[in-house]
């Protein structure tokens, strides 16, 4: 074997060829002739989850094709290959950091000892398998498809899941990211209309799924297809605390929504000491479509963190409000063609030798 691998070294060489030499050392307890395959781990090889997200009409399910962006640089093209993605990564540590002492002194707080925090933002994960020499019809792997669950096996171990692809792909040895079709889900979802007027007119289709938990998604950039239209881009994070997972569509210019200051019933007085400023705002809500809407509008008043500054709410058109964040949201079912309209009003006390801004 060693003889073998001199001449093979010295033969790639002379044709400035990359190689390794692999020695391995087999143990049997009796003389045997069995088949022998060997695995091995490099560190040249990611992949990243993404997806496209597809809804054709909003009595339609979401289309979510689920995908990989694998890039490799081993100086080794993956020819005809079976990928299993792992969301296991060996490069990171596996060890629980450990809290140190904690020490105050006067105009000083200091920690004694550190520990590295891991850096998941990317979401990129170095547990790429392959297995060579597939029989099956191989993907060049620039021109994906989607992939039905008879062509992928997923495997859920405790801390990790593996996606194993049965259809086989080719992918170049030039770090260069080439997408890997994972799997294709339809998803059962409402649809619910989103607009915060004060920060953009504009109103935004929501998807919200439920029956999401089973799916094996993790962090990562979509593509977003309304009526076969491109919108752009969304980030989906299935880490949610939340039971609903929602997903950004896009704008729908059917349903206009505008927000206006209403100057008739907005003031600006002295009253001794204090100054009050009032100001009224006047949120309306069309829906041009031919079919019903939901729509969630979200507004706010100020609140006061000084003592010296009161803040009242005088009108609020019946929204839900949160007094701790002065937070107000209001639920509109919208017939076809109808429009309605809602009345925003806070008031805002401060001494009048102190400079408050109030919008």
């Given at each position: 074997?060693?003889?073998i691998?001199?001449?093979l070294?010295e033969?790639?060489a002379?044709?400035?060829?990359?190689?390794s030499?692999i020695?391995?050392?087999?143990?049997?307890?009796?003389r045997v002739?069995?088949p022998l395959?060997?695995?091995?781990?490099?560190?040249q090889?990611r992949w990243q989850?993404f997806?496209?997200?597809?809804?054709?009409?909003?009595?339609?399910p979401?289309?979510?094709?689920?995908?990989?962006k694998?890039?490799?640089?081993t100086?080794?093209?993956?020819?005809?290959?079976?990928?299993?993605?792992?969301?296991?990564?060996?490069?990171?540590?596996?060890?629980?950091p450990e809290?140190?002492?904690?020490?105050?002194d006067?105009?000083?707080s200091?920690?004694?000892?550190?520990?590295?925090?891991?850096?998941t933002?990317?979401m990129?994960?170095?547990?790429?398998?392959v297995v060579?020499?597939s029989k099956a019809?191989?993907?060049?792997?620039k021109?994906?498809?989607a992939?039905?669950r008879?062509?992928?096996?997923?495997?859920?171990?405790?801390?990790?899941t593996a996606?194993?692809?049965?259809i086989?792909?080719?992918?170049?040895h030039?770090?260069q990211g080439?997408?890997v079709s994972?799997?294709?889900h339809e998803?059962?979802?409402?649809?619910?209309?989103?607009t915060?007027?004060?920060?953009a007119?504009h109103?935004?289709l929501?998807a919200?799924?439920?029956?999401?938990?089973?799916?094996n998604?993790l962090?990562?950039?979509?593509?977003i297809?309304?009526?076969?239209?491109y919108q752009?881009?969304t980030h989906l994070d299935?880490?949610t605390?939340e039971d609903t997972?929602s997903?950004?569509?896009g704008?729908?210019p059917?349903?206009?929504?505008?927000?206006?200051l209403?100057?008739?019933?907005s003031?600006?007085?002295?009253?001794?000491?204090?100054?009050?400023?009032?100001?009224?705002?006047k949120?309306a809500?069309?829906?041009?479509?031919?079919?019903p809407a939901?729509?969630?509008?979200e507004?706010?008043?100020p609140v006061?963190?000084n003592s010296?500054?009161k803040?009242?709410?005088?009108?609020s058109?019946?929204?839900?409000?949160?007094?701790?964040?002065?937070?107000?949201?209001?639920n509109l079912?919208?017939?076809?063609g109808?429009r309605?309209?809602?009345?925003?009003?806070?008031?805002?006390r401060?001494?009048?030798?102190?400079?408050?801004?109030?919008h």
């Open positions: 074997l060693d003889k691998n001199r001449q070294n033969l790639n002379q044709n400035d060829i990359a190689t030499t020695k391995v050392s087999v143990t049997a307890n009796q002739n069995v395959q060997m695995s091995y781990t490099v560190s090889a989850p997806y496209d997200i597809r809804v054709e009409d909003t009595n339609d979401v289309n979510l094709v689920y995908k990989a694998v890039y490799q640089n100086d080794e093209t993956w020819d005809n290959v079976n990928l299993t993605l792992s969301t296991g990564n060996p490069s990171i540590s596996n060890y629980k809290l140190q002492p904690w020490f105050v006067y105009q000083q200091r920690l004694d000892g550190s520990f590295m925090m891991e850096d933002e990317m990129e994960f170095d547990e790429v398998m060579e020499d019809q191989p993907i060049r792997a021109k994906s498809r992939l039905g008879e062509n992928v096996t997923i495997t859920q171990q405790q801390t990790t996606f194993q692809i049965k086989p792909y080719t992918i170049p030039d770090n080439y997408d994972v799997m294709n998803i059962a979802s409402d649809y619910q209309y989103a915060v007027p004060k920060l007119s109103v935004y929501l919200r799924i439920t029956d999401w938990s089973n799916l998604l962090p990562g950039d979509a593509n297809y309304f009526d076969q239209t752009g881009k299935p880490y605390s997972l997903v950004s569509i704008r729908d059917g349903i206009i929504v505008t927000r206006e209403q100057k008739d019933y003031s600006n007085s002295l009253f001794g000491n204090n100054r009050k400023e009032t100001k009224s705002w949120i809500v069309r829906n041009s479509k031919n079919t939901n729509v969630f509008v507004d706010q008043y006061s963190s010296d500054i803040v009242e709410l005088e009108e058109s019946n929204a839900n409000v949160n007094p701790v964040t002065g937070q107000l949201n209001w079912e919208l017939a076809p109808e309605r309209e809602l009345r925003l009003v806070y008031s805002v401060y001494p009048k030798d102190q400079n408050v801004m109030v």
